[in-house]
């Protein structure tokens, strides 16, 4: 949901970048190569003296050289460019050992990078300068999990959630945590918990759909599972459960149309993860974010095909060329809300470009907003010297 929101606001407006677009430029110039980064180990960095940062708290601002590093990292970071935002948080920390929010960030964008144990490493360093900060490492527990580390996890996550209170995804990840170690009973506890706290997580159903299963309890299980389905019908793991859960119940036509839909659903998984990996390393590549926006249309989930736009479009603040696209793939998916937030996006970015105003001028004659179409048909004339 919170996904959909933020995809929202994308397509309804450009975002504003951290720094103004001459500042960007400059600013990015002082960044080497992304693939230097990538070859580099957080191991690298060098330690401050005991105690250097023991007077820093989340509300003190950076100042000088830390606030050029962090908001270019920042720049690039919310373009999509995490190699980008990676190598200004090495150069900061290279030249300010342990500065606690590069640690932090720098954790995070391994973490999305799936280099975990370099993530775990980097938030591992965060803490040994700022143990106060426990409660924001949520991620610290997902990367120990993920490398196998349970016993790890499940005391961090105990951490996080004494520090910061009942989170939805601390709870979950300690479920998880309890059930690969081999105690089911707590992790359908926690796993009830997170959905009292979120009744939509359905990552939280879904889970607890598999535990019940593997836990011979096929009633409970099947419930789960439809409910998981109902939360997120494109998820394709919940439609080859739920085919199991259905054969097993002797409903065998129930079961060939969700198993169906699992084989459907799951090729474009398959696809678009391998897109979204080289993406993750390489964001400059508009063929393969169209790709992902087709493949993500062909199953009919609209919020997935507005977040790959929005991502897009922070990547591309500016640009014309995919907001046309957006108006046309939205249009063609019924879409007249997300549509119209992407002609509005349009709008704001299009300038002096006659053909981005004649694009206008087409959508709102089709959609009938009259006052709209003028100004836009205006404004072709005039860039065009009719």
């Given at each position: 949901m919170i996904l959909a929101f933020v995809a929202l606001l994308a397509l309804g407006a450009p975002q504003q970048d951290v720094a103004p677009a001459e500042e960007t430029t400059a600013l990015e110039e002082e960044v080497s190569s992304p693939a230097v980064v990538l070859d580099r180990t957080p191991q690298e960095w060098p330690r401050a003296e005991a105690g250097a940062w023991?007077?820093?708290?989340?509300?003190?601002?950076?100042?000088?050289?830390?606030?050029?590093?962090?908001?270019?990292?920042?720049?690039?970071?919310?373009?999509?460019?995490?190699?980008?935002?990676?190598?200004?948080?090495?150069?900061?920390?290279?030249?300010?050992?342990d500065y606690p929010p590069a640690l932090y960030q720098?954790?995070?964008?391994?973490?999305?990078?799936?280099?975990?144990?370099?993530?775990?490493?980097?938030?591992?360093?965060?803490?040994a300068v700022a143990p106060q900060q426990v409660g924001d490492t949520r991620a610290?527990?997902?990367?120990?999990?993920?490398?196998?580390?349970?016993?790890?996890?499940?005391?961090?996550?105990?951490?996080?959630?004494?520090?910061s209170g009942e989170q939805p995804e601390a709870l979950r990840g300690q479920a998880l945590t309890e059930w690969r170690l081999g105690r089911p009973d707590e992790a359908l506890a926690l796993l009830g918990r997170v959905l009292e706290l979120d009744p939509e997580h359905e990552e939280a159903q879904l889970w607890r759909a598999r535990i019940l299963h593997d836990e011979d309890r096929p009633e409970e299980a099947l419930a789960a599972a439809e409910a998981a389905r109902e939360r997120d019908p494109f998820e394709p793991q919940a439609w080859f459960l739920l085919s199991r859960l259905y054969f097993e119940a002797g409903r065998d036509e129930e079961g060939e149309a969700a198993r169906a839909r699992f084989l459907q659903l799951d090729l474009v998984e398959q696809e678009t993860r391998v897109i979204e990996s080289q993406l993750l390393y390489a964001p400059q590549q508009p063929r393969l974010r169209a790709r992902l926006i087709e493949l993500r249309a062909s199953t009919g989930d609209l919020a997935a095909v507005r977040e790959a736009f929005a991502e897009w479009m922070q990547f591309?603040?500016?640009?014309?060329?995919?907001?046309?696209?957006?108006?046309?793939?939205?249009?063609?998916?019924?879409d007249r809300e997300g549509a119209d937030l992407a002609a509005a996006s349009l709008?704001?970015?299009?300038?002096?470009?006659?053909?981005?105003?004649?694009?206008?001028?087409?959508?709102?004659?089709?959609?009938?907003?009259?006052?709209?179409?003028?100004?836009?048909?205006?404004?072709?004339?005039e860039l065009r010297g009719r």
């Open positions: 023991s007077d820093w708290t989340p509300e003190v601002a950076p100042e000088g050289e830390l606030l050029v590093h962090m908001r270019t990292a920042a720049i690039h970071y919310r373009r999509g460019d995490l190699p980008g935002s990676l190598t200004a948080l090495f150069e900061l920390l290279e030249a300010q050992p720098a954790g995070a964008i391994y973490f999305r990078l799936r280099r975990y144990g370099d993530a775990a490493y980097a938030f591992e360093r965060y803490l610290l527990g997902h990367a120990l999990y993920t490398l196998g580390r349970y016993e790890e996890a499940a005391e961090h996550y105990r951490r996080v959630i004494e520090a591309d603040s500016r640009g014309v060329a995919v907001r046309m696209h957006a108006i046309d793939v939205l249009v063609s998916l019924e709008k704001a970015v299009a300038g002096d470009d006659a053909d981005a105003w004649a694009k206008l001028a087409r959508y709102y004659a089709t959609t009938r907003q009259r006052s709209l179409q003028v100004e836009a048909e205006r404004r072709v004339g």
